[in-house]
């Protein structure tokens, strides 16, 4: 029987197409062995550059020399695996790839965009792809022209380069559908129903913003050791061909052993981001982060303990926590924090920051320092990062923190309210730990938001009553048609005097 199956699934249906298609010509670079199977499910969409491929989902098994769109793939399609955003056709894909390809060991990775609910996989969704001339312009001009031409009945996804001498882009569009996305909490659920609770040696996210505790938490009852990113994930991705390369000359080896390897490949593999052409990447943290599963229910107590103290005390941390927060980034490196609803910080690095403002509670203050240290020495596996700025622990500065693992914090009600924490399909950490509790908590000691008045029916005003509205609403901040006038009568004597009006 063989030693390992790895599992990739790759979700292709995106501007991340050719990137993802180098996974398969990655692996096929490897040197081969009798005793590890490479299966990808790849899931991708019309492309005039292969097209001889499929353009639904398909199941190839990746051997030595398999060129994607050149050589004559191994592959299997049927059309019950169609839609895999559905957990049901999801798991009758695995559970074939399973039955297949039997081995000791199965690991599964992920391939594609990340978000704070899970995958990019949705229910539904129909993709069209147009090859065309480059657009002149700046970036957002270009999407704003493709938006153009994909009309009214399409939605403009990406593109992605087709041909880099002759300028030429696949525009990538898709039906208005919006349906369900496959969260990481389905996806869990999927994969322990087909290897069974613990059943995989490891999971690995190859997609931005996946190390976070709740989707660790997530994967909790799938595997003991998780692998992903608290960054956004080069598209380099994990460097399949030294993955494999090194998994082929050992193939023995042992599952935790695997996630470690996963994370220094990725760092020497991706370490050339710091010479990127664009600037914003050169700024970025690269890293990877492997966790051991198993210590998490340890490490949720010492969580919740610190949670129950921060509620108790909510009074006096308040103030603590609002500059704690103020040193934290976020790792989704964009002004606005609404614009991928992710809300992540540093979850170590926050807490640092809380000791360093945090002068009088001592019992809480240890509490963190046992979280830490459990955190560092048991929870996380294996941590490499590039690029962060190095900042001693309490500093009360502001930067990324860099320490390998983020939690949600939405710092506002507003933010809560658009976070995971509100989904339908929210992660169990939320219900299973004291954090939302902590969260509300905190919410309910900030001074409320700017409300909108009530809309009233039109008013007919006086020129002097006009003049007074506007001097009201410059220093309210308010528009228009957010002045409330009540038994309103202007008190400047050079106005001319009007009946006064009631509502």
Same mark, same amino acid.
């Given at each position: 029987?063989?030693? %390992?199956?790895?599992?990739?699934?790759?979700?292709?249906?995106?501007?991340?197409?050719?990137?993802?298609?180098?996974?398969?010509? #990655?692996?096929? !670079?490897?040197?081969?062995?009798?005793?590890?199977?490479? &299966? &990808?499910?790849?899931?991708?969409?019309?492309?005039? !550059?292969f097209p001889k491929a499929p353009e639904h989902p398909a199941v190839y098994l990746v051997k030595k020399d398999t060129v994607y769109g050149e050589t004559e793939p191994d592959?299997?399609?049927?059309?019950?695996?169609?839609?895999?955003?559905?957990?049901k056709i999801l798991a009758k894909a695995l559970t074939w790839i399973k039955n297949q390809y039997p081995s000791e060991n199965y690991g599964f990775i992920y391939k594609g965009h990340g978000g704070a609910e899970g995958t990019d996989i949705v229910l539904g969704k129909i993709f069209t792809t147009k090859l065309m001339k480059k657009p002149a312009g700046t970036e957002e001009q270009i999407e704003e022209e493709l938006t153009r031409l994909g009309g009214d009945l399409q939605d403009?996804?990406?593109?992605?380069?087709?041909? !880099?001498?002759?300028?030429?882009?696949?525009?990538?569009?898709?039906?208005?559908?919006?349906?369900?996305?496959?969260?990481?909490?389905?996806?869990?659920?999927?994969?322990? !129903?087909v290897f069974g609770e613990k059943g995989l040696g490891f999971v690995g996210l190859d997609c931005c913003w996946g190390q976070q505790i709740e989707h660790a938490y997530s994967f909790k009852n799938a595997t003991n050791y998780f692998v992903a990113s608290v960054d956004e994930m080069t598209s380099l991705g994990l460097g399949y061909r030294d993955l494999a390369q090194y998994l082929n000359r050992r193939p023995t080896i042992l599952p935790y052993e695997l996630a470690s390897m996963f994370v220094a490949v990725n760092y020497v593999k991706n370490y050339a981001d710091y010479d990127s052409e664009i600037p914003e990447f050169r700024e970025m943290g690269v890293s990877l982060t492997a966790v051991d599963t198993i210590r998490l229910n340890n490490l949720v107590k010492l969580f919740n303990d610190i949670c129950d103290r921060m509620i108790e005390k909510m009074n006096l941390h308040s103030a603590h926590i609002t500059k704690a927060l103020e040193?934290?980034?976020?790792?989704?490196?964009?002004m606005e924090r609404s614009m991928y609803s992710v809300y992540n910080i540093d979850m170590v690095w926050f807490f640092e920051n809380f000791l360093f403002f945090n002068k009088t509670d001592h019992k809480l203050n240890d509490m963190i320092m046992r979280f830490i240290h459990f955190h560092l020495l048991y929870y996380i596996r294996g941590y490499m990062g590039n690029n962060y700025k190095v900042i001693d622990p309490g500093s009360? +500065?502001?930067?990324?923190?860099?320490?390998?693992?983020?939690?949600?914090?939405?710092?506002? +009600?507003? #933010?809560?309210d658009d976070s995971i924490y509100s989904k339908k399909d929210k992660p169990d950490f939320a219900d299973d730990t004291h954090w939302i509790k902590m969260l509300k908590a905190y919410h309910k000691t900030l001074p409320p938001a700017p409300r909108k008045?009530?809309?009233?029916?039109?008013?007919?005003?006086?020129?002097?009553?006009?003049? &007074?509205?506007? &001097?009201?609403?410059?220093?309210?901040?308010?528009?228009?048609?957010?002045?409330? %006038?009540?038994?309103?009568?202007?008190?400047k004597k050079n106005l001319k005097e009007e009946p006064q009006m009631s509502l």
């Open positions: 029987m063989k030693k %390992w199956t790895i599992i990739i699934q790759i979700n292709a249906e995106n501007n991340l197409i050719y990137d993802s298609i180098s996974v398969i010509n #990655e692996i096929g !670079k490897a040197d081969s062995n009798d005793l590890v199977n490479y &299966v &990808v499910l790849f899931d991708g969409m019309p492309d005039p !550059k592959y299997v399609f049927t059309p019950d695996f169609d839609d895999l955003a559905n957990p403009f996804e990406g593109y992605s380069e087709f041909d !880099k001498n002759d300028n030429i882009i696949l525009a990538i569009y898709t039906n208005s559908n919006e349906g369900e996305y496959l969260s990481y909490k389905k996806l869990s659920e999927t994969l322990v !129903k040193c934290c980034m976020d790792y989704t490196y964009q009360g +500065k502001r930067e990324l923190g860099g320490r390998g693992v983020s939690i949600a914090f939405p710092r506002t +009600k507003e #933010e809560f008045a009530r809309a009233l029916r039109p008013l007919t005003r006086s020129a002097g009553e006009e003049v &007074v509205a506007e &001097v009201i609403r410059e220093k309210m901040h308010i528009g228009e048609d957010n002045c409330k %006038w009540r038994n309103f009568k202007p008190a």
